[in-house]
């Protein structure tokens, strides 16, 4: 049986010797990376392009800019939780017939998304929609590397690869232009004949190669424990600011629910035969290490990407095009430098790697912090380009050091609890950053007004010169009190991007918990 979601030499060393399929070659092979690394192209597509579209959905459903953003938290805990799921239902059914039915659904769920006319519907949808996501990235992985030869499986990675690093670079601008020319349904439509596509293709091609099928327990406890408490946590962070945090009973009531099941979960996954979530792999030091700093970085990094066009179109009148413009640098520079991060793994230590990603990180959010208000859509897009550099020299050497040191037999494990625990750090630093934001902004306002009377000069001098260009008196002073929130907005978000730049250089000192990298025995470039 492959194990899923693991490095190259741990999928290799994973994969059955005896009765193996023979690699695919020709048309067949090109036909079958075209469908694997479609549908893993998909799922991390639908993780960003969503990002420009929020404040658009918002305003067509009636929901805040805030609450707009549950489209993506919702996707991306269901996205971690299954991953989670994927080795048991491969076992239990085949990899192949899996992965075509997760294409199947995900084309679904997107038509589902696409057709919802009310917030809850978008995102009971987008539920459902990572939940099936969360399949497809380690399925696809895995299919993409037993369907090469030995000798090209580099080249195979290489490509799967690249599809992760290319989707944040298009996501935002084709989610961008589809809202402005085609209607925020769009974003989730054009998934429909890709995925079908993709499916039919895999099926066609690989439905002979079907893996072997071994009926092996789940932990079904486990798993709904995770849910249970992820989600309920999840959902107070999402709903705290809204409803005055622990001033509500419902909000009091979901933090009491997710303490005890976390409570409960640990208790339960130490003493299980089979557990969903094997927490003894937190005894290896560069295991506990290098997933810390993965879940630390992710979740800094993600935050950062659901503000920043969040904030360009509420605050500064972007539209959604533009703002994904302004933010597609990122995967563009991405793409370009993942190849030679992967080819240099063996020479350079990767958490050298991790600490110079966490230092351009931290540079960058610095740079942003130092923003004024009349900043150029360039301004804003160079310190991108820098984040760039930053995501190819952190995604891939940090899971290759987190699942170095494993036995080939827990490679799988590993690698689904380090993808669980950075997109469930992702979804929870979403939601956080939106309400320091608030916070922040509130702040700087009070801070603003402070001291300041009507007979302020500054005042009086906005307010004559809003007079002057035909004004009264209340809209005026309307016209300035519009200027100071926007002026607290800026400083907020700038206030964000200044703790985000800390929080970088703080989280080095977990990369460096991880024992030294073994080339000869690590697992290889994996993950997303």
Known sequence: MVATGSGPRGLVRGLPQAGEPPPLHGWSLVLVTFALA?????????????????????????????QGT???????????????????????????????????LFSTTSLLCGFAHSFGLLV???????????????????????????????IGMAIWAMTITAAPAIGPILGGWLCDNAGWSWIFFINVPFGLTAAALTW???????????????DWVGLGLIVIWVGSLQIMLDKGNELDWFGSSFITGLGVTALIGF???????????????DLRLFARRSFTGA??????????????????????????????????????PTGLFAVLLAPVVAKTMNRIDPRWYATAA??????????????????????????????????????????????????????????????????????FAASLVITLWDHRQADNAAALTTGL????????????????????????????QQQLASQAAHLGVLDVFWFSGWAFIIAIGAIWIAGRYQPEKGPGLGAH
């Open 70 to 104: 549950w489209v993506i938290t919702s996707y991306a805990v269901a996205n971690a939780i299954s991953v989670l799921l994927a080795g048991f239902l491969s076992q239990r059914f085949g990899q192949v017939r899996v992965f075509t039915v997760a294409l199947i």
């Open 38 to 66: 479609m549908g893993n192209f998909m799922e991390v597509l639908d993780l960003t392009i969503a990002n420009v579209a929020v404040p658009t959905i918002a305003g067509d459903l009636g929901v805040s800019a805030g």
């Open 263 to 277: 409570a409960l979960f640990i208790a339960w996954e130490l003493t299980d035969r089979h557990p969903i979530v």
């Open 453 to 480: 009377s009507p007979l302020d000069p500054a005042l009086v001098q906005a307010g004559s010169a809003a007079t002057t260009l035909g004004a009264s008196p209340e809209q005026a002073l309307a016209l300035v």
């Open 358 to 427: 966490f230092v351009v990180f931290a540079v960058g959010n610095w740079w942003r912090a130092a923003f004024t208000t009349d900043a150029t859509a360039w301004d804003y897009a160079l310190p991108q380009v820098l984040m760039g550099f930053a995501v190819a020299l952190f995604f891939a050497p940090l899971i290759t050091l987190a699942l170095a040191a494993l036995p080939p037999s827990s490679v799988a494990q590993g690698s689904g609890i380090a993808n669980f625990l950075r997109m469930t750090a992702g979804a």
């Open 291 to 328: 997933t810390a700093a993965l879940a630390i970085g992710f979740a800094i990094f993600f935050a950062t990407v659901v503000l920043v066009p969040l904030w360009l179109q509420t605050q500064l009148g972007y539209t959604a095009t533009w703002a994904g413009l302004v933010v597609a």
């Open 124 to 154: 009971f949808a987008r539920v459902m929609q990572g939940a099936v996501s969360g399949l497809m990235v380690p399925l696809s992985q895995a299919l993409l590397l037993a369907s090469y030869p030995p000798e090209r499986r580099a």
């Open 204 to 218: 066609g091609q690989l439905a002979g190669r079907e893996t072997r099928r071994v009926q092996v327990p789940i």
